[in-house]
């Protein structure tokens, strides 16, 4: 597209948007990464339930008879739904930004960052299994 640039990922409006660098955008980022933790937590009903089977799951998985690989391999699962449900609730949120009218594409987008949480949540009960059964 002509908005790519040689040697960069962006164009050249949003590089503008870029400025900080370093300490201060570290800072920065994570304050926007809480502000996306309660918007996700506000906004979607999703997320607020693997909330809950989160702070169920981690701490059981820390008194699971399983060695430490096993432990970090069920926290992962668990902590990958998050991340999935992060990620396809962004997906939402600009497909709502560019139309709330149903559209073919929209929807594909959307079906298939649901399709990427459905993926996650199998995976969980699948690593409990093998690492708690082998
Ligand atoms: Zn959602």
Known sequence: MSDQQPGGIRAD???ALKGKTGFTRV??????SLAGLRAAFRDE?????EVVLAAL?????FFMPVGGIGKALMIASVLL????????SAVEVLADKV???????IKNAKDIG?????????????VWMLALFG
């Open 81 to 88: 739904v998050l991340i999935v449900e992060l990620l396809n």
């Open 114 to 126: 649901s399709a990427a949480v459905l993926v996650a949540l199998i995976n969980v009960p699948v």
């Open 45 to 49: 009903a999703a997320f607020r339930q």
């Open 57 to 61: 799951l981690l701490p059981l998985a």
């Open 13 to 15: 409006g949003a590089s």
């Open 99 to 105: 139309t709330t009218e149903k559209h073919e594409l």
């Open 27 to 32: 800072v920065n980022a994570f304050f926007y």
